[in-house]
């Protein structure tokens, strides 16, 4: 099959380009949380979606490529989508089906003939509405192809950021179309993270009963704390190594640079939100704009501003 035929967006998936070089989770960070959702997924008798919400920055997106990136090591990444506003076709829902279906061929190549039918059947079919593009590309086609019948098989797509896609609308109708039973040879799951925002809540009100769903504020304040930590103590270390390669030994950073004290002054700065510790780590590696331990001090002299507020603490700096 000519995959051409179906409209695509390209760099919308976990490990395209544009999302290359952004984060995972850092070993031994988020382990519950991972586990909870791996345990999910491998239960048969789950529900078929599980929605991850939160607060901005506190990591969404991240989780979304960790967790997308082990169910493709385990061969049980079925598709992805990462919608991302003002980026072109990965703000909207207009090719959102046809990329998962385009993807989804290529996981399991049985699926081609079936959907190269329906499109002969019906070629205009990428520009139909969300359900019949869905109904038509991927459901009827997973219910025909053949499996083994002493094997139960399943697999996971991956949607990040659905507060992303600009039409309210699409997004009710997604997360609608995606909690309907599906009769399939295959059982079909769908990770979705997302802001809360309104829409989005009434669309999982929606469907009440038929989704797993956390939010990543409600995470014990230790673990995330823990978590950070980790995350800034091993991101420090390596600043610390490859700028100490840079310099001669007299301009050195000591071994124990910036020390417990400082880190866990930043992380009291940054809890929830991981991207403040990635932010700040980031400016502090930044060569252009000095060394990294002038760079840190720039960043402490937020911590003690009492009116200065999260968003204040990681981007002021920044901007000044």
């Not at 990444?77 to 990965?90: H, I, N």
């Amino acid at each position: 099959m000519d995959l051409g035929e179906l409209r695509s967006v390209d760099n919308a998936e976990f490990d395209s380009h544009d999302e290359e070089h952004n984060a995972r989770c850092y070993q031994g960070t988020r382990v519950e949380l991972l586990r909870q959702i791996d345990t999910w997924a491998s239960n048969r008798g789950s529900e078929r979606i599980f929605w991850l919400n939160g607060m901005a920055g506190t990591g969404k997106s991240t989780i979304s490529r960790t967790v997308a990136q082990t169910f493709a090591d385990k061969g049980d990444l079925g598709a992805s989508f990462f919608f991302k506003r003002g980026e072109g076709d990965r703000g909207h829902a207009g090719m959102f089906i046809t990329t998962i279906a385009t993807q989804l061929i290529q996981k399991l190549p049985s699926l081609a003939p079936h959907v190269q039918n329906a499109i002969e059947a019906n070629p205009g079919i990428s520009k139909k509405a969300l359900k019949q593009q869905f109904d038509t590309l991927v459901l009827q086609p997973l219910g025909k192809i053949q499996t083994h019948p002493q094997k139960s098989s399943s697999i996971v797509i991956v949607i990040d950021a659905l507060d992303e896609c600009d039409r309210e609308e699409d997004v009710r109708t997604i997360i609608r179309l995606f909690s309907v039973k599906h009769i399939t040879s295959i059982q079909i799951k769908f990770f979705l993270t997302s802001r809360p925002e309104l829409p989005i809540r009434l669309g999982f009100e929606d469907i009440s009963s038929k989704y797993e769903g956390l939010a990543l504020h409600q995470i014990p304040e230790p673990i995330i704390k823990e978590d950070i930590s980790a995350f800034l103590e091993h991101q420090l270390a390596m600043i610390r190594k490859d700028y100490n390669k840079s310099v001669s030994q007299n301009r050195q950073l000591p071994a124990h640079w910036p020390g417990h004290t400082t880190i866990q002054s930043l992380v009291g700065m940054a809890i929830p939100l991981f991207i403040f510790a990635t932010t700040v780590c980031r400016f502090i590696n930044d060569r252009k704009c000095g060394q990294p331990k002038d760079q840190l001090a720039k960043v402490l002299k937020y911590e003690t501003r009492s009116q200065a507020s999260k968003l204040d603490a990681t981007y002021l700096p920044v901007l000044d």
